[in-house]
């Protein structure tokens, strides 16, 4: 049976993601008991005293549909709390993230089959911003599942968010993407059950569909289900594709754009009795790090530092553990394991060649840079990086939290 209490050994083996976002250099077994003795005084018998979420702005392009604001816990206390209470939640209501990479690898496994079929995409409007907090806690306190001390601090979470006026659940939290799943387990469950469904996922509210049926029918029954399970959600329509084999002689394409990769395949299977399908990063994501590797030599027209500047390059064109703590977590992020499901590699190429043309740019701020870089005699240092290497040699590299925050601070 889990073990729900705020006790030092439990909230102690939730510590380290804290521990490396918040500490600064404290010595660690110093600030977990810093920070639990912070917890206690915080904590009564009725409530959980939390300190108002950090507001951060998040560009438009990195937000799943919504405002571009986004938040974090005041301390390390709260921070620790909500692990817990979030940690608590997952366990007892059995809820498992989606894997991005396993959504897409079935998809492209399913577009390989011959059979016809319909595909719809669709997406919630303005998704975190408008779940109804309120009922989804008061439903979730209702239910004996969780402790005491855990629905106490689920209700103090709820009162902070309203003396903070936040709509919805604050993108950023860890607590707030678990009750998001929860709000949406019975719109999942009712979407599976329909008879001409054979495949459904959600990424966090990125809704891919596979049918018998067209997507105007699918969309339809989607809208319906999600008035029941969810009211105050709406659906926003997105792609509606239909694979219906053409004629004979005919050989159509079409295009998914899903979860970061653009995936070309045919209409009607070339050989075998399979299409074929071309996976590759979606235009988005290409345009995203060009202009990240084009902000990154302009910012070093201005403040000149090597060493930050060669971070950024090698942040881009490789690969890193997402925490940055090898030992502790096993996510990895970058030019391979963001994109590691590619057939066509041209983008690599693509890549290194948009690179490789800001060397020779006219662009005022990029050409001073090279120029200072040359001066300095380390274009040539520059130049080795390559993005098809870090992707086909799965190239890792190491980066501190400050370190990380300052290779971020131009994008």
């Known amino acids: 049976m889990l073990n729900q209490s705020l006790s030092q050994k439990n909230l102690e083996q939730l510590q380290w993601r804290t521990s490396y976002k918040f500490n600064n250099g404290i010595v660690e077994k110093i600030f977990f008991e810093d920070t639990f003795k912070e917890i206690q005084r915080k904590l009564s018998n009725i409530e959980y005293e939390f300190d108002d979420f950090k507001i951060k702005k998040i560009k438009k392009s990195t ?15 709260d921070e620790l709390i909500i692990r817990k209470v979030n940690d608590n939640i997952k366990r007892l209501f059995r809820i498992k993230t989606a894997d991005r990479n396993s959504i897409v690898k079935q998809v ?59 709509n919805g659940l604050p993108r950023g939290l860890c607590l707030s993407a678990t009750l998001s799943e929860l709000r949406l387990r ?8 329909i008879r001409e469904v054979y495949y459904y996922a959600r990424f966090v509210d990125d809704i891919i569909i596979f049918s018998i049926s067209p997507a105007t029918e699918i969309i339809k029954l ?19 594709l239909s694979l219906i084999s053409p004629e004979k002689n005919k050989r159509d394409y079409s295009t998914l754009d899903y979860l970061g990769y653009r995936i070309n395949f045919e209409s009607r299977p070339s050989k075998k009795n399979k299409r074929k399908v071309v996976v590759k990063i979606s235009p988005k994501k290409i ?47 970058g030019i391979y394991y963001n994109y590691q499901l590619i057939n066509d590699k041209s983008q690599l190429s693509e890549l290194d060649q948009h690179f490789n043309s800001l060397f020779t740019s006219h662009h005022p701020p990029i050409k001073s840079a090279i120029s200072e870089l040359e001066r300095m005699g380390l274009l040539s240092m520059i130049k080795r990086y390559s993005f098809r290497f870090g992707f086909e040699c799965k190239v890792m590299n190491s980066f501190d939290k400050r370190t990380r925050t300052k290779i971020k601070g131009c994008w």
């Not at 669709?122 to 969780?146: C, G, M, P, Q």
């Not at 030599?297 to 530092?305: D, G, L, M």
């Open 63 to 77: 937000t799943t549909s919504g405002n571009n604001i986004a938040y974090d816990s005041g301390t390390a206390a």
């Open 222 to 240: 989607a809208e319906r289900i999600l008035k029941e399970a969810a009211p105050e959600l709406q659906l926003n329509t997105g792609q509606k």
């Open 108 to 166: 492209i496994s399913l577009l390989h089959d011959s059979q016809p079929i319909f595909i719809t995409r669709l997406d919630i409007k303005s998704f975190y911003d408008s779940i109804d907090a309120n009922s989804l806690i008061e439903e979730i306190t209702r239910d004996n599942l969780l402790s005491y001390e855990s629905r106490m601090i689920l209700l103090s979470f709820r009162e902070k968010l309203s003396v903070q006026r936040i």
């Open 287 to 333: 345009s995203k790090i060009k202009n990240r590797i084009q902000r990154s030599i302009t910012a070093f027209s201005s403040n000149k530092n090597v060493q930050l500047l060669k971070a950024r390059i090698k942040f881009l064109t490789g690969n890193q553990y997402v925490i940055g703590d090898a030992q502790r977590t096993k996510l990895k992020s």
């Open 186 to 193: 019975k719109f999942d469950q009712k979407i599976r059950e």
